[in-house]
């Protein structure tokens, strides 16, 4: 009887083992290049906001993407660079908020949008930003990455709250680019805290924080002059 381990196999049978295990395939994957890498750092951003920076792992990340490891590295390196393209990402949509609201000046609807950046039906993108902002501390050149897109977002801002200034919508008593860096620090700390106390940011109390900052920014009224007919009077 010839040995078992010798007999060809039908191609009925190689088929079936085929399908059951498949071949690992390398090279460009198909589709839009574009549209896989957004869809990966939404994945990633989801990873970090839920799991951490330590349990954001390439291998996570794809599990979350419904694609293989392999994927994930095509686009990124590294863990390193994926965070990264994620942290650029998510200055990219600040950015574009900014440049949204430039055109008319409107620094109450500017604001409205940070807060509702970190608004229950889209809380991952604050909360991994926050784990980026805790991990960089750890990382100077992560670090140097977040500094330096900061450091951009504020010179913009600045030549923005200038232009009100020029318009006589912002107050021109402080330097706009002090301006700038109270209003980040004053959205950053709201961003912050909505996670930890969403009581305090109510639809309610959230539009009044949001009106209290802009009377703190706008040109101060004048006083009121006292009627002829009352000054007389006196």
């Not at 990340?61 to 660079?81: D, L, P, R, S």
């Not at 994926?82 to 609807?109: H, I, P, W």
Request: aromatic share 6%; net charge neutral.
């Amino acid at each position: 009887m010839p040995d078992a381990k010798n007999r060809p196999q039908s191609s009925t049978q190689h088929a079936s083992e085929t399908e059951s295990e498949p071949v690992a395939r390398r090279g460009r994957p198909v589709g839009d290049h574009n549209a896989k890498r957004a869809e990966l750092l939404a994945a990633a951003i989801s990873v970090i906001a839920q799991e951490g920076y330590a349990g954001a792992s390439m291998r996570r990340v794809a599990q979350h993407a419904g694609c293989t490891t392999g994927a994930v590295t095509y686009y990124f390196a590294n863990k390193e660079e994926m965070v990264g393209a994620v942290a650029q990402n998510l200055f990219d949509r600040v950015d574009a908020l900014l440049e949204t609201n430039r055109e008319q000046l409107d620094f109450k609807s500017l604001i409205q949008q940070w807060l509702e950046w970190i608004s229950s039906d889209q809380p991952d993108n604050w909360l991994a930003w926050l784990q980026l902002l805790t991990h960089a501390r750890h990382e100077p050149a992560f670090g140097g990455v977040i500094k330096q897109r900061y450091a951009r977002f504020r010179q913009v801002f600045t030549s923005v709250l200038e232009e009100g200034q020029q318009q006589g919508k912002i107050r021109d008593d402080i330097a706009a680019e002090l301006l700038a860096d109270q209003v980040s620090a004053i959205s950053d700390g709201w961003l912050m805290m909505l996670p930890i106390e969403p009581e305090r940011f109510s639809a309610e109390r959230g539009q009044a924080l949001i009106d209290a900052l802009i009377t703190l920014i706008s040109p101060p009224k004048a006083a009121k002059r006292p009627s002829k007919a009352k000054a007389a009077a006196q």
